[in-house]
């Protein structure tokens, strides 16, 4: 089994920023992609940011240049660096992880979301 912890979300001002990270652990052969989406109420959930275990990333536009998602390959550790927060920018955030287990069986596994609330 392998699990995704997600932490650093909270309440912030517009413009302010915040800083998420999310460790996965488990049972686990390798990630390729780790990555961010948001659910804000009443939308289906979305694509934040997605990086490789390569460094290619890749970003919702309405997200560019204010957001930066980086990893730590050793650690099985992403973090979004979220930097002038919009109230729109208000949802749930789960981390993503894709990859192999032990057993070398794809895995495609979803952390349990941590709320960022941004106030206008």
């Known amino acids: 089994q392998v699990q995704l912890v997600e932490s650093g979300g909270g309440l912030v001002q517009a413009g302010g920023s915040l800083r998420l990270s999310c460790a996965a652990s488990g049972r686990i052969s390798s990630i390729n992609a780790m990555g961010w989406y948001r659910q804000a109420p009443g939308k289906q959930r979305e694509l934040v940011a997605v990086?490789?275990?390569?460094?290619?990333?890749n970003y919702a536009d309405s997200v560019k240049g204010r957001f930066t998602i980086s990893r730590d390959n050793d650690k099985n550790t992403v973090y979004l660096q979220m930097n002038s927060l919009k109230p729109e920018d208000t949802a749930v955030y789960y981390c993503?992880?894709?990859?192999?287990?032990?057993?070398?069986?794809?895995?495609?596994?979803w952390g349990k979301g941590t709320l960022v609330t941004v106030s206008s």
């Open positions: 993503n992880a894709q990859g192999w287990d032990s057993s070398m069986a794809y895995m495609d596994y």
């Open positions: 990086i490789t275990s390569g460094g290619s990333t």
